[in-house]
């Protein structure tokens, strides 16, 4: 099992979530909620209204998001939602336990760091950078900017 942390639209009650539960391409079971340790820009870009934590640590806010233990099946499957090694890249990151649902042994407890995946990206056209930055993202928050599902686009 590996740890992801998710910030985007595969957050509960979010567009994607729905392939998070669905045991056909793996399993992915929910351990709580936590931030980046280190500060990055998430932006809202592109024609699709995507999501996006551009690789640059120490500029930004400290994302928030969700941590979830998922098998090497599931890996894979969000690998290639993600457009992983293209459109995003598959880092580990240090995440900060904000909530902690997790159990079994050897589980971090509801305090303190954990290295987790993320889907971030260095490859982005420059002009994201100039883009507003979020601390979360809610695909029908305040930014005004819908996202468009993958079978709409």
């Known amino acids: 099992m590996a740890r992801v942390f998710v910030y985007g639209t595969l957050k509960k ?18 351990q709580g909620r936590g931030r980046t340790v280190e500060k990055y820009p998430l932006v ?11 690789n640059i640590p120490g500029t930004g806010h400290h994302i928030a998001g969700e941590i979830y233990s998922v098998d ?19 880092t580990l990151m240090r995440i900060q336990v904000v909530e ?17 995946f993320v889907y971030s990206t260095a490859t982005y056209p420059p002009e994201w950078v100039g883009l507003p930055y979020h601390d979360s993202y809610d695909s029908s928050g305040k930014h ?9 686009r």
């Open 13 to 30: 009650g979010q567009p994607n979530y729905k392939h998070m539960v669905n045991t056909a391409k793996g399993l992915a079971r929910f």
């Open 100 to 116: 902690w649902e997790g159990k079994g042994a050897g589980e971090a407890r509801a305090e303190g760091e954990l290295e987790c």
């Open 72 to 90: 090497e099946q599931m890996l894979q499957f969000l690998d290639e939602f993600e457009g992983c090694p293209d459109m995003y890249q598959r």
């Open 44 to 54: 809202i870009a592109g024609k699709y209204n995507i999501p996006y934590m551009l």
């Open 144 to 152: 005004g900017l819908a996202y468009v599902l993958r079978e709409s």
